[in-house]
């Protein structure tokens, strides 16, 4: 408890923010690098802790372990890139990072010969330090790096690098069984025997990996840059609105539909259209055989891409327990209210008010409404033409966990109704196919009752009053508070007689 004396019931099913705490606030301008078979990255982290943004993302593909099979040794080339991208990382952290990096390898430099001369090299010409890791500790980071993303999930982390492939079950927060295998694109392009060779490689492993993880139905989390690339040629294939890979959802049958997509259709075209580089794309046929091998064997009731993994579990790892439980969007909502709306706090103000009106609505419904009251200011300083625009591509497109895509597209959709009564004319159309008439409807209904509310607009402690919505009655009441009665104007009255249309209600104001 703080000095206001308020208890943490006070803010609702969420919690107080977390994002002023000092052990959340160590974790501002993280920075972690990660040496992989195929790239080597560096991500600085900062913002809300529980959801950071992605203050500095740059990759240089290497490629350190393309032919490690054959010479035992890291590719030359790509261990000279590694250097100068790594000598870069490090000066760049030392202007924008509050601590010193922390920098991981994975498969490929802990299996080269000259992989511990690598690190040395690093290390005397860049002071910075990499810690090699071993299979199961990867597949450990990257199920934490699911779990900073989707808190309180199941199911079975898949994470495909390079040089190796590793499997991790999830469940209540806490990481099961995990195993590892060299079942990466750069070893299997290694397969004597053409595809035949690779075919019965490949499903020999995954037999062996099936019998250590055991039975593993439920979701599929998969983490890496090869299957964001099947993913993105699965959005190409088809046609779907919405650019967003974490989170985006496909199954066994989208699955089957890829691979034979990929062989039918020219990879160059394809990559270019797709925005994949020429390094991925030559892998991305290689980590389709194997998907199609996991698939077949584990049975997920769904798959899901995830774009956290190793770099997001290492920041998982400091995480405080409270802190790790909290929900990443409405944190990160919570911390954009903060810093860019101009009234902070007003928006657990707007969530009272507009909470009648969604009585009966689920946590995960509640959430997706908890985040467009604290968002529905922060976009203020653009142009008022274009502010509904902003709104719903923030939403749609931002780096916000905890997300599913058709909860971004009611989410912008509910931003854009808080700026204009229509949604007609707009860019975003085909996005509105990803929800139901009904949610569509409700989007509309939070938006304006969000427009409405920010005509009341007082200080954040104020009660501006009530809304009372009977749907058999059909009938919409809003009772003002005697500090917010001479707020409501000529424009808040029409804009209550907008909601009010929405809801096909008749409309009713009075005075406590």
Not at 102 to 116: I, L, N, Q, S
């Amino acid at each position: 408890m703080d000095g206001n004396n308020e208890s943490n019931q006070d803010w609702g099913p969420f919690g107080r923010p977390l994002f002023e705490d000092k052990a959340a606030r160590k974790l501002s301008r993280v920075g972690v690098v990660d040496v992989g078979s195929n790239s080597v990255r560096l991500v600085v982290f900062d913002g809300a802790a529980r959801s950071p943004a992605y203050f500095f993302n740059e990759k240089i593909m290497c490629a350190l372990g393309a032919g490690l099979s054959e010479t035992g040794k890291l590719n030359p080339e790509g261990r000279a890139r590694a250097l100068s991208a790594l000598h870069r990382f490090q000066e760049l952290a030392k202007q924008i990072c509050d601590a010193p990096l922390t920098a991981v390898a994975t498969a490929a430099v802990r299996e080269a010969e000259d992989g511990p001369d690598f690190c040395a090299e690093v290390l005397e010409k860049t002071g910075l330090t990499i810690h090699v890791i071993d299979g199961k500790e990867e597949a450990r980071l990257s199920a934490q790096g699911v779990l900073l993303g989707w808190p309180g999930s199941y199911g079975l982390v898949c994470d495909i690098g390079g040089s190796s492939m590793e499997l991790a079950e999830i469940q209540d927060d806490k990481i099961g069984k995990r195993v590892t295998s060299k079942l990466g694109p750069l070893k299997l392009r290694d397969i004597p025997g053409g595809e035949k060779g690779r075919a019965d490689y490949i499903a020999k492993t995954l037999d062996k990996l099936q019998l250590k993880m055991g039975k593993q139905e439920d979701r599929l989390f998969l983490v890496g840059g090869s299957w964001r690339a099947i993913a993105r040629v699965d959005m190409e294939r088809r046609g779907y609105p919405l650019h967003v890979l974490h989170e985006y959802r496909m199954d066994a049958e989208a699955i089957k539909a890829t691979a034979q997509y990929l062989k039918e259709h020219d990879h160059s075209e394809l990559r270019a259209r797709c925005g994949i580089s020429a390094l991925r794309m030559s892998l991305v046929p290689l980590a389709v055989e194997v998907l199609q091998g996991v698939v077949e064997r584990f049975t997920p009731y769904d798959i899901a891409i995830s774009s956290y993994g190793i770099r997001e579990g290492m920041l998982y790892e400091q995480m405080p327990n409270k802190l790790r439980k909290r929900d990443p969007l409405i944190e990160a909502c919570r911390f954009a209210e903060a810093k860019d709306a101009r009234l902070p706090g007003f928006g657990k103000t707007l969530f009272k008010f507009v909470s009648p009106l969604f009585e009966g609505a689920d946590t995960s419904r509640q959430r997706i409404i908890k985040a467009a009251c604290l968002l529905h200011d922060v976009s203020w300083r653009a142009h008022p033409d274009y502010r509904a625009e902003i709104c719903f591509d923030n939403a749609t497109r931002a780096n916000l966990g905890g997300l599913t895509h058709s909860e971004r597209v009611f989410l912008g959709l509910a931003l854009l109704h808080r700026y204009r009564n229509k949604r007609e004319g707009t860019r975003f159309a085909d996005l509105f196919d990803l929800l139901t008439e009904h949610d569509v409807q409700q989007a509309e209904v939070l938006g304006k009752a969000m427009r409405l509310g920010a005509m009341l607009w007082m200080n954040e402690k104020e009660d501006i009053g009530q809304l009372n919505w009977k749907p058999s009655k059909g009938v919409l009441k809003i009772t003002l508070t005697p500090e917010a009665a001479p707020l409501f104007g000529e424009v808040a009255e029409a804009r209550f007689t907008s909601l009010a249309r929405t809801l096909d209600a008749e409309t009713e104001v009075s005075t406590a």
